[in-house]
Each structure stands twice: as structure tokens, then as C-alpha cells.
T-cell receptor, first 114, second 113 residues
Framework: DQQVKQNSPSLSVQEGRISILNCDYTNSMFDYFLWYKKYPAEGPTFLISISSIKDKNEDGRFTVFLNKSAKHLSLHIVPSQPGDSAVYFC?????????????FGKGTHLIIQP | DADVTQTPRNRITKTGKRIMLECSQTKGHDRMYWYRQDPGLGLRLIYY???????NKGEISDGYSVSRQAQAKFSLSLESAIPNQTALYFCASRPSGSTDTQYFGPGTRLTVL
């Protein structure tokens, strides 16, 4: 039973345009959300995060939006560049209970076309 | 110079064999994690450790054990490997008291025949 869902296995965007990657979650106890980027044969690398007390966080070309009432977050990349082609994972952390670790979505493969 | 290293990077073994995957981090982090990734399933937490003497089961710990030999080292063992443990394994670390920006190693691709 997936608690973090990325419903688009792949997304193709033209270079220079906006890429929007979506993520939905079901667990109301999640209080911190992260996006990781993964290239083949490498480990995931941290991209950007957002606390549940915020609705937007921006870092250069990357912006994450959080809609708590809809349990939805999105990652915007503007403008998209060829080096952005990778698999993007949405991840969430649960607050309280002494537990640790992240719950990941299945990932979205972003392909930036020239 | 990688901060989180994993050895081996690739391993092929047979059913029933004991396998150990090793992880080291140079970041001085308290917390360490093991995840596995299967095609189309994202990453799932196997075990995590708050410090050397505090080890906890994750979502899918059955069939695995871990050892935190030192703050910098966290190893994952498969006591008797089975084919459905064929996967990509990632180690990660982060400091306590911070936000959950975990730093991942490059992964170990394990194939159990």
C-alpha cells in the first residue's frame, strides 16, 4: 500500500520549457518532503525539500510546492536543461513515533529533449 | 572523493550463500540507513541506525541483518541469499538533529542466482 505516489513513470519535456513532476501522499503524519535526483549507476542526490509548515520552497531553477489539504506536492524545473534528464524521487518523513527513514515514491523518469 | 562509499559495487552470488555489503561514510554522521531498490518500486527502508548501539528494523527487514561496527561503518548481511533479494542496495547517512537530507552511496547491484 503505497504512501507516496508518483503516478507518472516518465515525462518528456523540451529543453528550455518548464518541467512539472507530481507527487501525492496518503499519510497525514508526514511532515517533511524531499526530492531526490538519480542518474544511472549512481546513488540518489538531494535536490530540494520542504517542511509541512510551508507551501513553497525555491532554490535556483527548482521550486517545490506543497498543498497539504490535497496531500500533493510538485517539483517545478525552469528552464529545463539536458542535464536534468534523470529519475526523480519524491520522499517523505513521518513525524513522531521514534521512527526514522524516508518513504519513497516509485520515481519519474524525466527526459529533456533538445 | 565520495562521502558515502559502498563495497562491492556489483556482486553475483548463489542461493543459500551468506553475503555482506559494506558501507562507510566520512561525514561524521550519527545516523545510517540501508535501502533496496527494485525496478518500478522506488527505494524501501531495510534497517536504520541512530548510533552504534541503536539499530532498528525498517519496512522490509526480513531476511536481512545489520551491524554498526563504528560510527562510520554500517554493514548489511544476507544470511542465506534468495533470488528475490536481487536488487540495487543503497546505504545512506545523515546527522542527528538536522532535517532529513540523507546522503546516499553509489549503490551495490546484487544478483542472487
Amino acid at each position: 500500500d503505497q504512501q507516496v505516489k508518483q503516478n507518472s513513470p516518465s515525462l518528456s519535456v523540451q529543453e528550455g520549457r518548464i518541467s512539472i513532476l507530481n507527487c501525492d501522499y496518503t499519510n497525514s503524519m508526514f511532515d517533511y518532503f524531499l526530492w531526490y535526483k538519480k542518474y544511472p549507476a549512481e546513488g540518489p542526490t538531494f535536490l530540494i525539500s520542504i517542511s509541512s509548515i510551508k507551501d513553497k520552497n525555491e532554490d535556483g531553477r527548482f521550486t517545490v510546492f506543497l498543498n497539504k489539504s490535497a496531500k500533493h506536492l510538485s517539483l517545478h524545473i525552469v528552464p529545463s536543461q539536458p542535464g536534468d534528464s534523470a529519475v526523480y524521487f519524491c520522499a517523505a518523513r513521518r513525524s513522531g513515533g521514534g521512527a526514522d527513514g524516508l518513504t519513497f515514491g516509485k520515481g519519474t523518469h524525466l527526459i529533456i529533449q533538445p | 572523493d565520495a562521502d558515502v562509499t559502498q563495497t562491492p559495487r556489483n556482486r553475483i552470488t548463489k542461493t543459500g550463500k551468506r553475503i555482506m555489503l559494506e558501507c562507510s561514510q566520512t561525514k561524521g554522521h550519527d545516523r545510517m540507513y540501508w535501502y533496496r531498490q527494485d525496478p518500478g518500486l522506488g527505494l524501501r527502508l531495510i534497517y536504520y541506525s541512530f548510533d552504534v548501539k541503536d539499530i532498528n528494523k525498517g519496512e522490509i527487514s526480513d531476511g536481512y541483518s545489520v551491524s554498526r561496527q563504528a560510527q562510520a561503518k554500517f554493514s548489511l548481511s544476507l544470511e542465506s541469499a534468495i533470488p528475490n533479494q536481487t536488487a540495487l542496495y543503497f546505504c545512506a547517512s545523515r546527522p542527528s538533529g538536522s532535517t532529513d537530507t540523507q546522503y546516499f552511496g553509489p549503490g551495490t547491484r546484487l544478483t542472487v542466482l
